[in-house]
């Protein structure tokens, strides 16, 4: 009887014993699946290589279309990315000006009323003595033509002349669609400034130590002229693939294992050339969401090779008259004050006649 209650539980005991190990199984197994798929890890593995087999739509010589649009006003195959919104505003800075050295256009979001006051009164006060310096700033809408916001945007822009207000709705991932409509807008309407600056409202930028760093602009007499700049702080970098992620994208996305070469969107210069080639080159790529990497996109695929420039900041360096002596740019100023401070420390020699 003992025995045989024995041999019971040695039974019961391994039972239990498999159960257990079972189970241990299928954790294992749902916590590797759980993290392959969390992770990204198929897509990291099933990525096609950049250097060998990057082709983003149009597969077409982009840079023989842009030159014949350049040269003729002719465009030989259809654009696949013309963006269906309008302008809601406009403006007359460019309007009977010769020379600009410097078009400022800066992407703002439709409540940062204080981001654009303190700008006007720092690196947007275009009273620059001998330099021809402009600034707009760009803005989507809330979807809402009578909200609050709204009119105080409409009051804003009768009081300065300065916001070009465009008809799709303002939110991050609209960003390219807000980007491009604002290099649309400067080649339909400031075409013939020397170099153009694009920021974001929370950025720290020294003007005259920017016109100071750029070379002199060449003899503009030939539109065909090799004269393509694009600077900033150039990023080196592959995509996201964790799920759950802001940033995240897909391999039907973007099926390459790292991005082109790419300017972050902070701030960063374009030539007047290369405004012209990026925007009609623009109008052949595919659109893709985050455009700082859309900018990378279309610049491999015309042949513009982004310049690092050690001046620009993509993050907030931290502030001393020696540490801020050669900085062009620095992200991330939301204090207002605390930009007016930094600012006028840095810059205001620069205005005294």
């Not at 969390?38 to 010589?61: K, M, R, W």
């Not at 020397?194 to 602009?217: A, C, E, G």
């Not at 897909?250 to 925007?279: I, Q």
Request: charged fraction near 25%; hydrophobic fraction near 35%; glycine fraction near 4%.
């Amino acid at each position: 009887m003992e025995m045989r209650n024995k041999s019971s539980l040695q039974k019961v005991s391994k039972k239990v014993k498999m159960k257990r190990k079972y189970l241990k199984y299928i954790v294992c197994v749902f916590v590797a699946w759980y993290l392959y798929n969390y992770l990204g890890i198929g897509d990291y593995l099933h990525a096609s290589s950049f250097e060998t087999d990057f082709h983003y739509p149009l597969d077409v010589n982009i840079r023989d279309l842009v030159d014949d649009v350049l040269r003729y006003q002719n465009f030989t195959v259809r654009p696949i990315n013309h963006y269906p919104y309008n302008f809601l505003s406009n403006s007359g800075k460019c309007t009977n000006i010769e020379k600009i050295d410097l078009m400022i256009v800066v992407k703002s979001a439709m409540p940062h009323f204080g981001h654009r006051d303190t700008i006007r009164k720092t690196y947007g006060n275009e009273d620059i003595p001998e330099r021809t310096v402009k600034i707009l700033f760009f803005l989507g809408v809330d979807g809402k033509p009578k909200s609050d916001v709204q009119r105080q945007i409409d009051q804003e822009m009768a009081d300065f002349h300065d916001i070009i207000q465009m008809d799709f709705i303002d939110y991050y991932y609209n960003n390219t669609i807000k980007t491009m409509m604002s290099f649309r807008w400067v080649y339909e309407h400031c075409s013939h400034a020397d170099y153009y600056l694009f920021t974001d409202d929370d950025m720290y930028i020294s003007v005259n130590k920017l016109l100071d760093h750029l070379p002199d602009r060449p003899d503009t007499s030939s539109k065909l002229q090799e004269d393509l700049l694009f600077t900033g702080y150039v990023f080196h970098s592959a995509p996201q693939r964790f799920r759950f992620s802001k940033w995240r994208v897909s391999l039907e996305e973007y099926r390459w294992d790292r991005w082109p070469d790419y300017v972050t969107a902070g701030a960063y210069v374009l030539s007047n050339k290369a405004l012209r080639v990026m925007y009609i080159g623009s109008l052949f790529v595919k659109h893709f969401r985050f455009d700082d990497i859309y900018l990378g996109i279309v610049a491999k695929k015309v042949g513009i090779t982004p310049e690092h420039c050690p001046h620009f900041y993509f993050y907030k360096k931290d502030f001393s008259p020696d540490a801020y002596e050669d900085v062009i740019a620095s992200h991330g100023y939301h204090d207002h004050d605390e930009l007016i401070r930094v600012w006028h420390e840095m810059n205001s020699k620069y205005f005294i006649r």
